[in-house]
């Protein structure tokens, strides 16, 4: 896939990979939301609790992923598109997946995410979340659609944290608690032009752009 350096491009990856993952997780049922690049600092992005954007064929929710994490690893993007789409989910049936004040994910939340590829851990004593890193169920569904990072992102990162509003649905990447298993995939670049591959096992690969054997990262 080619680089997405572009804003355009970016919205236009993420709108793709939302429909495909809504096809292939949850058959179509979900509806189409407008999908936003804003600076979220703290959080990943957010899910709407209402039909917030107005158009022409019905009202929807927006989506949003932080502008500050764009270019993170592919498994954290999905996570987080996957992670607010189980809102989007719990929106539409009536589930109550948080708790005081929208502040924790119960486990309903953790049941559901779960269903759909992500992994929870405990976050501190009441709630869940969920992590893209070392999910090597997201690793292996990039693979198989060949979606690549984003390599475009604010500048402003300061680091994650994250509570669920009373007006949207937040996540949040890093564990406060619990254990991370050992990834079963590795990274590998090219060191001229920055083409990135993953692979579950040790593999020996060549850039055909350039000719270059690419090195793990």
């Avoid at 949850?26 to 703290?42: A, D």
């Avoid at 609790?49 to 107005?54: N, Q, T, Y």
């Avoid at 607010?84 to 049936?93: F, G, I, K, S, T």
């Avoid at 979340?129 to 693979?143: I, W």
Wanted: net charge positive.
């Amino acid at each position: 896939m080619k680089e997405t350096t572009k804003m355009s491009r970016a919205v236009g990856q993420l709108e793709k990979m939302y429909n495909t993952l809504n096809l292939d997780l949850w058959g179509g049922q979900l509806p189409t939301p407008i999908i936003t690049v804003q600076s979220k600092p703290g959080t990943y992005g957010h899910c709407s609790v209402g039909k917030v954007w107005k158009r022409k064929d019905g009202d929807t929710y927006e989506m949003n992923i932080a502008a500050e994490a764009l270019d993170v690893e592919i498994e954290e993007v999905l996570d987080t598109l996957i992670h607010e789409m189980v809102h989007l989910y719990c929106r539409e049936n009536g589930i109550q997946e948080v708790s005081r004040g929208g502040k924790y994910h119960n486990g309903k939340f953790k049941e559901i995410a779960e269903e759909h590829l992500l992994m929870c851990y405990k976050a501190g004593i009441y709630g869940w979340n969920t992590q893209g890193k070392d999910n090597d169920r997201l690793t292996a569904y990039a693979l198989e659609k060949g979606w690549n990072e984003i390599r475009i992102a604010r500048s402003s990162f300061t680091g994650f944290r994250g509570i669920a509003g009373s007006g949207a649905a937040s996540s949040t990447p890093t564990a406060q608690s619990g254990e991370r298993r050992p990834s079963s995939t590795r990274k590998l670049i090219c060191t001229k032009c920055g083409n990135s591959v993953r692979a579950t096992k040790e593999v020996r690969i060549m850039c055909m752009d350039c000719m270059e054997q690419m090195r793990e990262a």
